[in-house]
């Protein structure tokens, strides 16, 4: 016998809600929803287990504890069944983009042709539920680094967990915390250039080619997506964010592109750039330092957790809130800095922690 596990990552939107695997095998209800395995609720999984004879094959989905709440995928569509065969112990890892009967708002992709990156750069674009009920509502935007790991579990690199920021969307306006927001995720090529560098990173860097992207996401993606969708076309209905080099990237935007964005959202910025330099040699505080003034009506949000990698990262957070007081910012006001418990440099951690840096802008 094997012991089969499943954790599952629920939506953002209520997360405690009851979450059942439901399937083939006699320890999943044989397909009868209501003789399901319910699963424990241990945030942020849900956790449960079954018993299987080895070499049984067996399908199963997730649902919420009949097929009117299926799980659906990031494009609201029901993915076809889950399927597992048993040799040894096994942990079965999901996460859910949304259910069947609470899925709303649009995602589509679009190709967009750069002249700056002499290339394309696929966009991820998520339309809030009430862009298609009324066609003269314009509505702010969000742009996002890493797109493939913004919206849907199926393309996020490595853990298979997006950052739900369409969910976020969601959740914080019907909260009213925010407005209904447009959200782009911008995706980077695959594979490594010729210094051994993944093209992600190539993009993202600003030792590398962050600053090209850079005037892409000013010049060429923000006159499209004001000339395209019914976006707000002004700096303070406009917010750019990412983790990692993302954010670095997005901290770069700020300081070299000024006036464009009122917003920015930074989850664990990798100052130390692909280069590692140390806290007081990082080229874009270097930089900050010597701004001699700071746009009064623009915000930021920093976090970094104390976990892994994110626990190197204080004392570059340390410089930053120094010399952004320094410059006659305020904490709490223009910017903010978090150090989260727990935290670490994972996709998971940023999904948990990007409605914080959302709720703050939106003040």
């Keep these: 016998m094997s012991q089969i596990r499943f954790q599952v990552v629920p939506p953002i939107d209520r997360p405690e809600s009851p979450v059942f695997i439901t399937g083939s095998h006699p320890g999943l209800g044989a397909w009868k929803p209501d003789c399901a395995l319910k699963l424990d609720w241990k945030p942020p999984f849900h956790v449960g287990e079954i018993e299987s004879d080895t070499g049984h094959h067996f399908d199963y989905k997730i649902t919420r504890g009949n097929w009117e709440t299926e799980a659906v995928d990031a494009y609201g569509h029901v993915p076809g069944n889950f399927c597992h065969e048993v040799w040894l112990d096994a942990t079965r890892h999901h996460t859910v983009a949304d259910w069947k009967d609470r899925y709303s708002g649009r995602l589509t992709h679009e190709r967009i042709h750069s002249r700056i990156l002499a290339g394309t750069r696929d966009l991820l674009i998520w339309l809030p539920p009430s862009y298609g009920s009324d ?39 019907r909260r009213g915390a925010l407005p209904e927001t447009i959200v782009v995720g911008v995706c980077h090529p695959e594979g490594f250039s010729d210094d051994n560098a993944s093209l992600r990173d190539f993009d993202l860097s600003p030792e590398l080619s962050g600053s090209a992207y850079a005037h892409f996401i000013v010049d060429e993606l923000v006159p499209h997506m004001d000339a395209h969708y019914r976006t707000i076309p002004k700096p303070t209905a406009r917010v750019l964010g990412g983790a990692s080099l993302g954010a670095l990237n997005a901290f770069h935007v700020s300081l070299n592109h000024p006036g464009v964005f009122g917003g920015f959202v930074c989850l664990s910025t990798s100052f130390e750039d692909v280069s590692h330099s140390v806290p007081d040699r990082s080229a874009l505080l270097l930089a900050l330092a010597e701004k001699s003034s700071l746009d009064p009506v623009t915000r930021m949000y920093f976090d970094y957790g104390d976990q892994g990698l994110d626990e190197c990262y204080e004392g570059y957070h340390k410089i930053l809130g120094s010399l952004f007081r320094e410059k006659g910012w305020r904490d709490g006001e223009q910017f903010l800095i978090q150090r989260i418990a727990g935290g670490s440099h994972s996709e998971i951690s940023w999904r948990n922690r990007l409605g914080d840096a959302l709720v703050f802008l939106s003040r």
């Design 135 to 173: 066609s003269l509502h314009r509505f702010p935007i969000l742009i996002l680094h890493d797109g493939d790991n913004v919206f849907d579990p199926a393309t996020s690199a490595i853990s298979c967990v997006d950052w739900a920021a369409d969910e976020w969307i969601k959740v914080l306006s």
